[in-house]
Protein backbone atom coordinates (compact mmCIF):
# COMPACT_ATOMS: atom_id res chain seq x y z
CA UNK A 1 0.00 0.00 0.00
CA UNK A 2 1.33 3.61 -0.74
CA UNK A 3 -0.07 6.89 -0.34
CA UNK A 4 -2.22 8.29 -2.91
CA UNK A 5 -1.62 11.27 -4.44
CA UNK A 6 -4.86 13.15 -3.70
CA UNK A 7 -6.65 15.13 -6.54
CA UNK A 8 -9.55 17.40 -6.26
CA UNK A 9 -13.23 16.63 -6.94
CA UNK A 10 -15.42 18.52 -9.36
CA UNK A 11 -16.98 21.25 -7.33
CA UNK A 12 -20.00 20.39 -8.92
CA UNK A 13 -20.02 16.78 -7.62
CA UNK A 14 -18.50 18.44 -4.68
CA UNK A 15 -21.84 21.09 -4.24
CA UNK A 16 -23.97 17.58 -4.51
CA UNK A 17 -22.15 15.70 -2.08
CA UNK A 18 -22.63 18.73 0.62
CA UNK A 19 -26.11 19.10 -0.32
CA UNK A 20 -27.02 14.89 0.41
CA UNK A 21 -24.62 14.92 3.47
CA UNK A 22 -26.91 18.05 4.95
CA UNK A 23 -29.67 16.13 4.72
CA UNK A 24 -28.79 13.79 6.95
CA UNK A 25 -26.52 16.50 9.29
CA UNK A 26 -29.89 17.97 9.67
CA UNK A 27 -31.61 14.89 11.30
CA UNK A 28 -31.91 15.53 15.04
CA UNK A 29 -30.25 12.03 16.47
CA UNK A 30 -27.42 9.66 15.86
CA UNK A 31 -29.73 7.01 15.42
CA UNK A 32 -31.79 8.91 12.98
CA UNK A 33 -28.17 10.31 11.09
CA UNK A 34 -27.47 6.77 11.06
CA UNK A 35 -30.20 5.65 9.47
CA UNK A 36 -29.96 8.03 6.73
CA UNK A 37 -26.94 7.59 5.04
CA UNK A 38 -28.05 3.63 5.41
CA UNK A 39 -31.05 5.08 3.02
CA UNK A 40 -29.52 7.61 1.09
CA UNK A 41 -25.83 5.96 0.22
CA UNK A 42 -27.31 3.20 -1.77
CA UNK A 43 -29.96 5.43 -3.43
CA UNK A 44 -26.97 8.28 -4.77
CA UNK A 45 -24.90 5.60 -5.88
CA UNK A 46 -26.18 5.50 -9.59
CA UNK A 47 -25.80 8.95 -10.20
CA UNK A 48 -23.59 11.16 -12.30
CA UNK A 49 -22.11 12.57 -8.88
CA UNK A 50 -20.74 9.37 -7.49
CA UNK A 51 -19.25 8.91 -11.28
CA UNK A 52 -17.47 11.70 -10.79
CA UNK A 53 -16.18 10.60 -7.62
CA UNK A 54 -15.59 7.61 -9.24
CA UNK A 55 -13.83 8.63 -12.07
CA UNK A 56 -11.25 10.93 -9.83
CA UNK A 57 -10.82 8.62 -7.23
CA UNK A 58 -9.25 6.20 -10.09
CA UNK A 59 -6.92 8.67 -11.30
CA UNK A 60 -5.41 8.88 -7.68
CA UNK A 61 -5.33 4.18 -8.07
CA UNK A 62 -2.33 2.59 -9.20
CA UNK A 63 -1.85 0.66 -12.51
CA UNK A 64 -5.18 -0.30 -13.92
CA UNK A 65 -6.95 0.85 -11.65
CA UNK A 66 -6.15 -1.38 -9.06
CA UNK A 67 -7.93 -1.41 -5.51
CA UNK A 68 -6.15 1.38 -3.05
CA UNK A 69 -5.67 -0.58 -0.16
CA UNK A 70 -4.06 -4.13 -2.02
CA UNK A 71 -3.16 -2.87 -4.96
CA UNK A 72 -4.52 -6.65 -6.65
CA UNK A 73 -7.88 -6.66 -7.91
CA UNK A 74 -9.77 -3.82 -10.02
CA UNK A 75 -11.20 -1.00 -7.55
CA UNK A 76 -15.02 -1.34 -8.10
CA UNK A 77 -16.37 -0.17 -4.38
CA UNK A 78 -16.29 3.63 -3.05
CA UNK A 79 -15.26 2.41 0.46
CA UNK A 80 -16.09 4.47 3.63
CA UNK A 81 -12.71 4.80 5.13
CA UNK A 82 -14.08 5.92 8.44
CA UNK A 83 -17.41 3.59 8.59
CA UNK A 84 -20.43 5.37 7.39
CA UNK A 85 -22.40 3.21 9.92
CA UNK A 86 -20.38 4.96 12.54
CA UNK A 87 -19.75 8.19 10.96
CA UNK A 88 -22.73 9.24 9.14
CA UNK A 89 -21.72 12.55 8.95
CA UNK A 90 -18.69 11.56 6.76
CA UNK A 91 -20.83 9.80 4.22
CA UNK A 92 -20.83 12.16 1.79
CA UNK A 93 -17.43 13.41 2.66
CA UNK A 94 -15.23 13.39 -0.04
CA UNK A 95 -12.01 13.00 2.22
CA UNK A 96 -13.40 9.87 3.34
CA UNK A 97 -13.73 7.75 0.16
CA UNK A 98 -11.19 4.83 -0.74
CA UNK A 99 -11.55 3.13 -4.15
CA UNK A 100 -11.21 -0.51 -3.63
CA UNK A 101 -12.13 -4.02 -4.60
CA UNK A 102 -14.50 -6.17 -2.56
CA UNK A 103 -12.02 -8.26 -0.99
CA UNK A 104 -10.44 -5.57 1.11
CA UNK A 105 -14.39 -3.59 1.69
CA UNK A 106 -16.19 -7.03 3.01
CA UNK A 107 -12.97 -7.96 5.99
CA UNK A 108 -12.76 -4.49 6.20
CA UNK A 109 -16.48 -4.03 7.09
CA UNK A 110 -17.22 -1.53 10.07
CA UNK A 111 -14.21 -2.36 12.07
CA UNK A 112 -12.53 0.62 13.33
CA UNK A 113 -10.56 1.87 16.34
CA UNK A 114 -9.48 4.91 17.35
CA UNK A 115 -7.17 6.56 20.02
CA UNK A 116 -9.17 8.96 21.99
CA UNK A 117 -8.64 12.24 21.71
CA UNK A 118 -8.39 12.87 25.44
CA UNK A 119 -6.54 9.49 26.89
CA UNK A 120 -4.84 8.08 23.63
CA UNK A 121 -6.34 5.51 25.15
CA UNK A 122 -7.10 3.09 22.27
CA UNK A 123 -11.17 1.99 21.86
CA UNK A 124 -12.82 0.11 19.30
CA UNK A 125 -15.96 2.27 18.22
CA UNK A 126 -17.49 -0.62 15.65
CA UNK A 127 -18.92 -2.27 19.31
CA UNK A 128 -19.57 1.10 20.70
CA UNK A 129 -23.17 1.50 19.20
CA UNK A 130 -25.28 0.40 21.69
CA UNK A 131 -25.17 1.07 25.93
CA UNK A 132 -27.93 -0.11 27.92
CA UNK A 133 -29.12 3.10 30.06
CA UNK A 134 -32.38 3.06 31.61
CA UNK A 135 -33.03 -0.33 29.80
CA UNK A 136 -33.32 1.69 26.45
CA UNK A 137 -31.01 0.82 24.22
CA UNK A 138 -29.68 4.47 22.83
CA UNK A 139 -27.20 4.72 20.58
CA UNK A 140 -24.08 6.62 21.15
CA UNK A 141 -21.70 8.78 19.04
CA UNK A 142 -18.29 6.94 18.89
CA UNK A 143 -15.31 8.30 20.91
CA UNK A 144 -13.40 10.58 18.96
CA UNK A 145 -9.84 10.38 18.21
CA UNK A 146 -7.17 9.21 15.64
CA UNK A 147 -7.38 6.38 13.18
CA UNK A 148 -6.02 2.68 14.45
CA UNK A 149 -6.24 2.10 10.38
CA UNK A 150 -3.62 3.83 8.16
CA UNK A 151 -5.20 6.22 5.85
CA UNK A 152 -3.51 5.73 2.29
CA UNK A 153 -4.87 8.76 1.20
CA UNK A 154 -3.40 10.99 4.17
CA UNK A 155 -0.93 8.84 5.31
CA UNK A 156 2.45 7.02 3.68
CA UNK A 157 1.62 3.25 4.45
CA UNK A 158 5.53 2.79 3.77
CA UNK A 159 6.55 4.46 6.71
CA UNK A 160 4.56 1.91 9.29
CA UNK A 161 4.86 -1.03 7.08
CA UNK A 162 7.51 -3.12 4.99
CA UNK A 163 7.60 -5.66 2.66
CA UNK A 164 9.82 -8.61 3.39
CA UNK A 165 11.69 -9.29 0.22
CA UNK A 166 14.94 -10.57 1.94
CA UNK A 167 13.55 -13.45 3.49
CA UNK A 168 11.06 -13.70 0.49
CA UNK A 169 8.13 -14.54 1.96
CA UNK A 170 6.41 -11.16 0.81
CA UNK A 171 4.28 -10.60 4.11
CA UNK A 172 3.82 -6.85 5.12
CA UNK A 173 5.99 -6.29 8.42
CA UNK A 174 5.88 -4.13 10.97
CA UNK A 175 8.98 -1.46 10.70
CA UNK A 176 8.64 0.00 14.04
CA UNK A 177 9.21 -2.07 17.54
CA UNK A 178 6.68 -3.60 19.02
CA UNK A 179 5.26 -1.37 21.88
CA UNK A 180 5.24 1.45 19.81
CA UNK A 181 2.25 3.13 18.28
CA UNK A 182 3.74 2.87 14.88
CA UNK A 183 3.90 -1.03 15.65
CA UNK A 184 -0.11 -1.11 16.54
CA UNK A 185 -0.75 0.71 13.49
CA UNK A 186 0.73 -1.33 10.85
CA UNK A 187 -0.17 -4.86 12.87
CA UNK A 188 -4.08 -3.48 13.07
CA UNK A 189 -3.52 -2.73 9.32
CA UNK A 190 -2.04 -6.13 8.55
CA UNK A 191 -4.43 -7.65 9.89
CA UNK A 192 -7.47 -5.57 9.04
CA UNK A 193 -7.66 -5.59 5.45
CA UNK A 194 -6.14 -9.34 5.87
CA UNK A 195 -2.97 -8.72 3.59
CA UNK A 196 -0.95 -11.05 4.45
CA UNK A 197 -3.88 -13.59 5.16
CA UNK A 198 -4.81 -13.92 1.58
CA UNK A 199 -2.73 -16.06 0.10
CA UNK A 200 -2.89 -15.00 -3.63
CA UNK A 201 -1.68 -11.40 -2.68
CA UNK A 202 1.43 -12.91 -1.14
CA UNK A 203 1.62 -14.82 -4.46
CA UNK A 204 0.98 -11.56 -6.65
CA UNK A 205 3.50 -10.04 -4.88
CA UNK A 206 5.89 -12.46 -5.55
CA UNK A 207 4.94 -12.84 -9.26
CA UNK A 208 5.55 -8.73 -9.24
CA UNK A 209 8.71 -9.17 -7.83
CA UNK A 210 9.83 -11.42 -10.46
CA UNK A 211 8.48 -9.32 -13.31
CA UNK A 212 10.47 -6.17 -11.93
CA UNK A 213 13.33 -8.49 -11.66
CA UNK A 214 13.39 -9.41 -14.82
CA UNK A 215 12.67 -6.08 -16.06
CA UNK A 216 15.22 -4.36 -14.75
CA UNK A 217 17.83 -7.16 -15.70
CA UNK A 218 16.96 -6.36 -19.45
CA UNK A 219 17.05 -3.06 -18.96
CA UNK A 220 20.73 -3.37 -17.60
CA UNK A 221 21.17 -5.65 -20.70
CA UNK A 222 19.94 -3.55 -23.25
CA UNK A 223 21.32 -0.37 -21.65
CA UNK A 224 25.30 -2.41 -22.19
CA UNK A 225 24.56 -3.44 -25.85
CA UNK A 226 24.04 0.34 -26.94
CA UNK A 227 20.51 -0.21 -27.88
CA UNK A 228 18.49 2.59 -28.77
CA UNK A 229 16.29 4.94 -26.70
CA UNK A 230 13.04 3.37 -27.91
CA UNK A 231 14.26 -0.32 -26.78
CA UNK A 232 15.30 1.24 -23.62
CA UNK A 233 11.90 2.63 -22.87
CA UNK A 234 10.20 -0.94 -23.01
CA UNK A 235 11.04 -2.17 -19.83
CA UNK A 236 11.09 1.35 -17.95
CA UNK A 237 7.32 1.83 -19.18
CA UNK A 238 6.72 -2.10 -18.13
CA UNK A 239 8.22 -1.45 -14.88
CA UNK A 240 6.22 2.00 -14.65
CA UNK A 241 2.98 0.34 -14.99
CA UNK A 242 3.71 -2.92 -13.71
CA UNK A 243 1.26 -4.11 -11.02
CA UNK A 244 1.67 -4.26 -6.91
CA UNK A 245 3.60 -0.99 -7.32
CA UNK A 246 4.24 -1.13 -3.60
CA UNK A 247 6.92 -4.16 -4.48
CA UNK A 248 8.73 -1.73 -6.69
CA UNK A 249 8.96 0.72 -4.18
CA UNK A 250 10.44 -1.38 -2.00
CA UNK A 251 12.94 -2.70 -3.65
CA UNK A 252 14.34 0.53 -4.54
CA UNK A 253 13.70 1.40 -0.75
CA UNK A 254 15.46 -2.57 0.32
CA UNK A 255 18.48 -2.52 -2.49
CA UNK A 256 21.08 -1.82 -0.50
CA UNK A 257 20.31 -5.47 1.36
CA UNK A 258 19.59 -7.73 -1.36
CA UNK A 259 22.49 -8.51 -3.55
CA UNK A 260 20.38 -9.33 -6.95
CA UNK A 261 19.07 -5.90 -6.02
CA UNK A 262 22.04 -4.12 -5.83
CA UNK A 263 24.15 -5.45 -8.14
CA UNK A 264 21.51 -4.50 -11.00
CA UNK A 265 20.45 -0.68 -9.16
CA UNK A 266 24.51 -0.12 -9.26
CA UNK A 267 24.72 -1.00 -13.26
CA UNK A 268 21.24 1.60 -13.53
CA UNK A 269 21.34 3.76 -10.80
CA UNK A 270 18.77 5.79 -12.36
CA UNK A 271 16.39 3.05 -11.79
CA UNK A 272 15.98 4.05 -8.45
CA UNK A 273 13.85 7.38 -9.60
CA UNK A 274 11.67 5.23 -11.99
ZN1 LIG B 1 -8.29 -4.63 -2.38
Not at 147 to 176: A, C, G, Q, W
Not at 178 to 199: M, P
Request: glycine content about 2%; hydrophobic content about 35%; some cysteine.
Amino acid sequence: MIQLINRDLAPKAKGWLGKWQNIIDSKPTYKEQKEEARRLWPQKSTTNTLAAVKDTLELMCSGAKRCQYCEDSAACAVDHFEPKAIFPEKTFAWSNHIYSCQNCNIPKANKFEVYAQHTGNRINVSHLHHTQQNKDTVLQRPTKGNSVLINPRYENPMMFLELDLKMKSFHFTEREQEGTIAYERAFYTIETLELNKRDYLVDAREAAYENYLSLLQRYVNLKTSAATKAELNRPILAIKKGSHVTVWKEMIRQHLNIQELKVLFEKAPEALNW
